[in-house]
């Protein structure tokens, strides 16, 4: 039996708003999501795949020649592949050696990337609030910071439960509306 040892991953997301210019003439605008993809067989004494500050370069890249631009100025492919080839090979070339050594990948999506991986609640008309506070509680979610609700003090919501994150800031009991 061999023993392979562990691959260490993290990413790096970094937005940008750009637009490309179609081939009939007309302008279609994004906010795109460029996504550094690092990897390691060991980590550094630290403890890290890599440092996030190396990573720093293709950051003022990003926000110098893509952000609120057109692609077809910047970039030979303005498809999400073309982009992402475009930011691998310029960051391949420019970043510390420490960080491009381990750089894997860099793709490219159109769309803001997701703050909770969670799944998230379905829709509901109820409002809930911590008395002590003006945070709204929305399906779950904390209108204040956007997060999934959570904290010791749960208002009971039907079959399920809704707890507001404030709670544990003001310690005040909930109320409900509608």
């Not at 993290?10 to 007309?26: H, Q, S, V, W």
């Not at 030979?76 to 090979?89: M, P, Q, W």
């Not at 381990?102 to 809930?128: A, D, F, Q, Y």
Request: glycine residues 8%; positive net charge; hydrophobic residues 35%.
């Amino acid at each position: 039996m061999s023993s392979t040892q562990p691959l260490f991953r993290i990413g790096k997301g970094f937005r940008f708003e750009a637009t490309r210019r179609l081939a009939d003439g007309r302008y279609d605008g994004h906010s795109f999501t460029a996504e550094a993809a690092l990897s390691s067989l060991v980590l550094s004494p630290e403890g890290f795949v890599a440092d996030f500050d190396d990573l720093a370069p293709l950051k003022r890249y990003i926000d110098g020649a893509l952000d609120h631009q057109i692609l077809n100025d910047c970039v030979k492919d303005v498809y999400n592949e073309g982009s992402a080839e475009h930011l691998l090979g310029w960051a391949r070339d420019h970043l510390p050696s420490d960080a491009a050594s381990v750089l894997e990948r860099i793709r490219v999506r159109i769309g803001r990337p997701s703050r909770c991986r969670r799944p998230r609640s379905p829709p509901s008309r109820l409002r809930t609030s911590c008395a002590g506070c003006t945070t709204v509680i929305r399906a779950g979610v904390c209108t204040a910071t956007r997060m999934f609700a959570a904290c010791p003090f749960p208002l009971s919501r039907g079959s399920g439960t809704s707890p507001c994150c404030c709670a544990t800031i003001c310690a005040a009991p909930f109320t409900a509306g509608s």
